[in-house]
């Protein structure tokens, strides 16, 4: 049986590697990259790429023979974006958050250890970091990836990062997993997170959790600053009950509804 399931369709998981090639860069590969990057030889690769040219989502430069995507691809990013809802029902709140807080403010999702901007409102200065919706980031090193981290179980978390460590950014990145489940049960008892110059040095966040009807964790909304404006006290104690009540508004518009209190009668 194949190894990735009875369903898996061989030839479609190859032309889909094909197209991972472009995404993880540079924008224009030859035959013969492609070759070494999929681990195939010249004829399937070169059928992969006939197919994905002829469905008009690759074509082929007539001078340096290389490859490049086309347009066509971002009718996928756009059907992917608008099946989130998250990322339109959340922008009125996002901007709002943005006006209080004077500082950016995003949306983002857990794709396997790296978390993918869906949505950002860009705080009116310039920044180090330069991010834009689709951009991509280490979890482990992120506010928004501790808050979707927290999600799941030990055991989840543990077949994500095994045993090996995480890439450090920073003196402050956490890159062993025991501290990484230290760190997320500190976020599930808080109900945000905090990333203090972990990715970036200059740079730190806070975070909080977009629910959906089932109360699961589907996104995380976060508000990041220059060292220099905002110290972590504040971030905690002003902008962090400001981004989580946003935060909850997007996720009442999808359906989540927060557990009535109970109170014991005497």
Do not use: W
């Amino acid at each position: 049986m194949n190894e990735n399931g009875q369903y898996y369709v061989e030839a479609l998981g190859r032309g889909l590697a094909i197209l991972d090639c472009f995404v993880e860069g540079p924008s224009q590969l030859s035959l013969t990259e492609l070759c070494a990057r999929v681990q195939l030889n010249r004829g399937t690769t070169f059928r992969l790429l006939r197919t994905l040219e002829q469905s008009g989502y690759l074509s082929q430069d007539q001078v340096t023979k290389k490859y490049r995507l086309t347009v066509k691809v971002l009718d996928l990013q756009q059907a992917a974006l608008n099946a989130l809802d998250v990322a339109r029902h959340a922008l009125p709140s996002m901007e709002r958050l943005n006006e209080q807080v004077e500082e950016s403010v995003s949306v983002a999702v857990l794709e396997r250890r790296e978390i993918r901007y869906i949505a950002r409102v860009p705080a009116r200065r310039i920044m180090s970091i330069n991010l834009e919706v689709g951009s991509k980031l280490p979890a482990h090193a992120t506010s928004m990836g501790k808050v979707l981290l927290s999600g799941l179980s030990a055991d989840e978390l543990k077949e994500m990062y095994g045993s090996g460590e995480m890439a450090p950014f920073t003196k402050n990145t956490i890159t062993q997993l025991d501290s990484l489940q230290e760190s997320l049960e500190q976020v599930r008892a808080d109900g945000f997170a905090l990333a203090d110059e972990e990715l970036e040095l200059g740079l730190r966040s806070v975070s909080a959790p977009i629910r959906d009807h089932n109360a699961t964790i589907i996104a995380a909304m976060n508000v990041s600053a220059s060292t220099a404006r905002i110290s972590v006290d504040e971030l905690r104690d002003n902008i962090a009950p400001l981004l989580i009540a946003a935060a909850n508004e997007i996720s009442v518009r999808i359906g989540y509804r927060e557990p009535e209190s109970v109170s014991s009668t005497e």
